[in-house]
């Protein structure tokens, strides 16, 4: 097969060319929110000059246009983690509105007094909060699955905590703070085999590699546009269309209907049960449209470039000296976070930034996950698959600029 050229990839993204600080942009902090290529900006653009009405309600041409471009998205993602159903895919607002969406219907329907709540110790807060909220609202309790040194889980530990009283296993496939890849298609094989289902927050997953959540036999998958080369406010809920069904509706009003009257009111059919009123259309189209860019490259190409990026930028900055990275599982995707006895997190972000250089630094919404590791943050570095060698070569030059301010 043709070899991808990446520098091309790399010219579909304006953003990567402007300057900050006078210095060509680093961006380093893919993990927060990716860049969106042009195609995706001009798809959003044409369609808020050319096809902006309301969907699903209007019987004039311009709302039955945008209703198609904006279900054409729900087929898109279906076809791209392998759903089985077009109506197993919700539309929300994010990943934190997906899990939070989980937690109250099925906490409505599934989880009881006495119910237990398993989740890992390095989740996102996004999968730990709702989670405490639904615990707290029916009288549960949040289990912990904890991690060893290197960020990865504890699988005993996990197998000993289901039991009986186990409602669902909330878990993350790719750790936003460390990068570990956890095995979750294990995780949902020992969970089935309770009948427990499992919900896999794919927020770090889906942008990094090919995710199917047939063959992960997923009962809910979660994650946003915003990190997978589309735009801020929209995000997917993937779940069994059999959970879904016995679920009641989270948020209610127009488009969730079927009747409505004084006397009672019945609820619309999947995936509309899930979605009242009206949606941040222009974010779907695009995300139809980012879908297509990931696909065209090949979620395996992608996976493969990053992953030689992550090896390379973990060589480089292991050769720093006092540098530790936290988070040194086998199995990482395209996240490096590190620390400094010396020198504070905040600090090497905010050299950096004077050098055009963008990370993260902090907790990363994953407080639990830092006090594991007794620490009160990182440096942490987040790769996209238009990153190149020259990005981690400046990184690299600027840490090492930065230990000479301390
Ligand atoms: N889970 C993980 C693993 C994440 O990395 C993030 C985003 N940092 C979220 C959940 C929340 O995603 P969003 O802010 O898009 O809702």
Redesign the pocket.
Known sequence: TEATDFDQIRSDFPVLQEKVKGKPLVYLDN??SSQMPAVVANRIDHYHRHEHANVHRGIHHLSQKATDSYEETRRKVQAFINAEHEHEIIYT???????NLVAYSFGEQYIDEGDEIVVSEI?????IVPWQIAAQKHGASVQVVPVNDDGDLDLEAYEKLLNKRTAIVAI?????ALGTIHPVREIIAKAHERDIPVLV????AVPHGQVDVQALDADFY?F????MCGP?GF?ILYGKERYLDAMPPYRSGGDMIDKVSFEGTTFNVLPHKFEAGTPPIAAGVGLGTAVDYLSNIGMDVIAQREQELLDYATQQLLDIDGLRIVGTARQKASVISFVFDDIHATDIGTILDQQGIAIRTGH???QPAMRRFDIAGTARVSLAFYNNREDIDRLVKGIKEAKTFF
């Open positions: 993990a927060a607002s994010g990943t934190t509105d997906s899990i989740e996102h807060h996004a999968n993350g496939h790719v750790s936003n927050d794919g927020a770090q979660a946003s546009s915003h990190k801020t995000g990363h919404c994953a």
